[in-house]
């Protein structure tokens, strides 16, 4: 393939990535978690928001990548489970949540509301992804310790992926109706 033909295709993906970041970042303000107080009511265990929010995707995204696999319509791409650099970037993940109170998403879409303290946060993502950068050679030593392969929450159980998507669906369902119980009852 040439430059010339490759181009549409790196042009559309660009494009399409920056219509999805924007719905998405207009469902994260929307959804309530692109607030502060209630991002740091969900550290706190005191506003079950952000909870609903992620596991309200997590059931409408599982069932509906479920379906468009099933379909022939999307594949797969797992992930290789590295516990080192998977435990290294929870704790680095965690540490700028709780610090800041916002994650990188929920960051850039308070930016965008207007919530200038999530500049921060922000800034740190961009000095961040440099210090990355420069520090890949070293961390891709680290990406192999630990290395369990492409390991899913099914192929861990020994469970069929629709047996385990229907159970915690189900759970996740639930779970979202007491955390939600007072709000609508």
């Known amino acids: 393939m040439t430059t010339a033909e490759t181009l549409p295709k790196k042009t559309t993906s660009i494009l399409s ?15 309530g978690v692109a607030d502060y107080d209630v991002l740091i009511g969900s550290l706190r265990l005191t506003d079950p ?42 704790l680095l993940f965690g540490v700028g949540f709780g610090l800041l109170g916002y994650c990188p998403g929920t960051g850039a879409a308070a930016l965008g509301q207007g919530s200038w303290d999530a500049a921060y946060g922000v800034i740190g993502l961009i000095a961040g992804s440099f210090a990355y950068a420069v520090a890949f050679p070293f961390l891709k030593k680290l990406n192999g310790s630990g290395d369990r392969g492409k ?30 119980k007072d709000a609508v009852g």
Do not use: C, D
């Open 151 to 180: 390991l899913t929450v099914p192929t861990a159980l020994h469970l069929p992926a629709a047996v385990y998507l229907g159970v915690s669906s189900v759970a996740f369902l639930i779970i979202l109706y007491f955390l939600n």
């Open 49 to 90: 928001t952000v909870f609903t929010v992620i596991l309200t995707a997590i059931v409408v995204g599982s069932i509906a990548s479920a379906l468009l696999r099933r379909f022939g319509l999307a594949r797969a791409h797992t992930k290789p489970t590295h516990y080192a650099s998977n435990v290294i970037g929870g």
């Open 17 to 31: 990535g920056l219509a999805f970041g924007v719905i998405f970042g207009f469902l994260l303000q929307k959804g």
